[in-house]
């Protein structure tokens, strides 16, 4: 299967990794066109896909991602629209437009598929939200097929897009500064900073696959880790005093306004 690529930036990049990574696809059958910048030029030196430097090749693909920014997303879609094959599989991993809007662009023949992913696909462990325009179930299940091997896919109400890109997509930002604040934190403490990183990784690693495989509630997750007047519970307690919840939940609000 040929699989094309209109961006590769951050997002389009991360996808890209992941594909080859997963097999998926090889870099022979991959074509990816950049934008102005180089960042395309600088990634195939890397990874070896086919670059290409128009839409035209894009007909022989049966999957196109797009994963331009968001404001030029639509009007990108209507220059690539006239090379594209009937029955193209379309995702777009662009936020700020709709399934319907993608459709009116491209018309009847082509399937759209609207996925918001996260940058952890560069290493097969994303999580995608993912919504479809009305399509046979083959032709989902073969863009399933492709979404999966990038990490865990919820089809979601395409209302719920936004707050999943914002869960999945910011959070990781805001995990990577938990993890430095808690390196810095055991640096204080007098840990070596490679080591702190190596642990404080470890350790998310760890807690996340725990709360996955368990189905706990974090709630008793924690209670587990808490031994009355022990340690972690003044660690808890200096949390709550500096508002660490309310600081969470106020940055996934103001990141999803
Ligand atoms: N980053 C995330 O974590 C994330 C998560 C979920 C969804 N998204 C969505 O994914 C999209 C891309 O985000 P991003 O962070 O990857 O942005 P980005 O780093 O700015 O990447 C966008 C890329 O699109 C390229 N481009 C622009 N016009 C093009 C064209 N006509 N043909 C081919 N390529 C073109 C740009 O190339 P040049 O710069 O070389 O011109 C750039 O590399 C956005 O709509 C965003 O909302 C991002």
Known sequence: MNIGFIG?????????????????VSPKNLYVKGGSS???EALQAKLGFQLIYDYNRLKECEVVFIATGAKIVLEVLQE?????????????????????DAQAVLGAKIHVVHAIPNTPVSVNEGMIGVAFAQMPEE????????LTSLGKVEEVNENILGTFGTVAGCSPA???????????????????RTLAYEVVAQMLLGTAKLAIDSKKHPGELKDGVTSPGGSTIRGV?????????????????????
């Open 38 to 40: 180089g960042t395309a």
């Open 174 to 192: 805001f995990v990577d500064i938990f993890m430095e604040a808690l390196a810095d934190g055991a640096v204080r403490e007098g840990m070596s």
């Open 80 to 100: 690539a629209a006239p090379f594209l094959a009937e029955e193209t599989i379309l995702i777009s991993v662009a936020t700020g437009h709709t399934v319907e």
């Open 237 to 257: 307690e200096a949390l709550e005093k500096n508002g660490f919840r309310y600081a969470v939940i106020d940055a996934v609000k103001q990141a999803n306004s």
């Open 8 to 24: 590769a930036g951050h997002m389009g990049s991360a996808m890209i990794e992941g594909l080859l990574k997963a097999k998926i």
């Open 139 to 146: 032709t989902k299940n073969k863009a399933l097929a492709v």
